[in-house]
């Protein structure tokens, strides 16, 4: 499936697939373009993932506002993680697990309780994000936030069910030396805090947060240094 289309959701009262994405405009796809601001056109080295975009009226006034704003949280957040790595903007691709819209402008969080519900749906996001990878072979793929150790991840990469097996939190996993994975013949995997809590879940668990940009920055010295990739088990 080409990267311009994506796979359609069945009709529900939650959360839609009925949208064009702004894909000129910066901010995470499928609502935007998948860039940093001024960082359109880059290499997709490294992708992204955040869980889902969020509501569509949000999505729907990105084009007055020039995409997401280099305030949104996330974005913040995240640029100041991969700046603090070393890791040039332009190699990222910022994407979402599942490519829907949610209904609700308010029920943010309860976006999740139900695409979680709808299995197909979830592995036809995974299969568009395979030939996605596909296609323009990144060295890694970031994980952020609990979502994909509990959901996503197994979709995406089938060995991960028993990889992160049993672990339901980024501490428990970091404390396991599981927050990264080698799939055969796939792109490098980490699991990191969600950039929208960084802060928060740097002063809870500081240990983690700087082992997060440890990982991050020998992703950017394997591209443009010493060789080595983020440390931790292989499989």
């Given at each position: 499936?080409?990267?311009?289309?994506?796979?359609?959701?069945?009709?529900?009262?939650?959360?839609?697939?009925?949208?064009?994405?702004?894909?000129?405009?910066?901010?995470?796809?499928?609502?935007?373009?998948?860039?940093?601001?001024?960082?359109?056109?880059?290499?997709?080295?490294?992708?992204?993932?955040?869980?889902?975009?969020?509501?569509?009226?949000?999505?729907?006034?990105?084009?007055?506002?020039?995409?997401?704003?280099?305030?949104?949280?996330?974005?913040?957040?995240?640029?100041?993680?991969?700046?603090?790595?070393?890791?040039?903007?332009?190699?990222?691709?910022?994407?979402?697990?599942?490519?829907?819209?949610?209904?609700?402008?308010?029920?943010?969080?309860?976006?999740?309780?139900?695409?979680?519900?709808?299995?197909?749906?979830?592995?036809?996001?995974?299969?568009?994000?395979?030939?996605?990878?596909?296609?323009?072979?990144?060295?890694?793929?970031?994980?952020?936030?609990?979502?994909?150790?509990?959901?996503?991840?197994?979709?995406?990469?089938?060995?991960?069910?028993?990889?992160?097996?049993?672990?339901?939190?980024?501490?428990?996993?970091?404390?396991?030396?599981?927050?990264?994975?080698?799939?055969?013949?796939?792109?490098?995997?980490?699991?990191?805090?969600?950039?929208?809590?960084?802060?928060?879940?740097?002063?809870?668990?500081?240990?983690?947060?700087?082992?997060?940009?440890?990982?991050?920055?020998?992703?950017?010295?394997?591209?443009?240094?010493?060789?080595?990739?983020?440390?931790?088990p292989s499989s």
């Open positions: 499936m080409p990267d311009t289309e994506r796979p359609q959701c069945a009709p529900n009262d939650y959360f839609t697939t009925d949208f064009e994405p702004h894909l000129s405009l910066p901010g995470f796809f499928p609502g935007a373009g998948g860039f940093f601001h001024s960082h359109a056109g880059g290499s997709k080295r490294i992708l992204i993932f955040g869980t889902d975009f969020g509501p569509l009226e949000y999505q729907q006034s990105l084009t007055a506002m020039g995409g997401e704003p280099e305030s949104n949280r996330t974005i913040a957040n995240l640029r100041g993680v991969l700046n603090d790595a070393a890791i040039p903007l332009r190699d990222c691709f910022l994407t979402n697990s599942v490519l829907c819209l949610g209904k609700s402008r308010t029920d943010l969080l309860g976006l999740a309780r139900y695409w979680k519900r709808d299995p197909a749906y979830i592995e036809a996001c995974a299969e568009w994000h395979h030939g996605f990878i596909s296609r323009h072979r990144p060295d890694a793929v970031v994980f952020m936030g609990t979502p994909p150790l509990l959901t996503f991840g197994r979709a995406l990469f089938p060995a991960l069910a028993d990889h992160w097996r049993g672990y339901k939190s980024l501490n428990a996993t970091y404390a396991a030396g599981r927050e990264t994975f080698q799939p055969p013949g796939g792109p490098r995997v980490l699991l990191i805090p969600h950039a929208s809590f960084w802060h928060v879940n740097a002063t809870k668990y500081p240990k983690v947060a700087k082992q997060a940009v440890e990982h991050l920055r020998r992703l950017a010295r394997s591209r443009y240094g010493d060789g080595n990739g983020p440390a931790g």
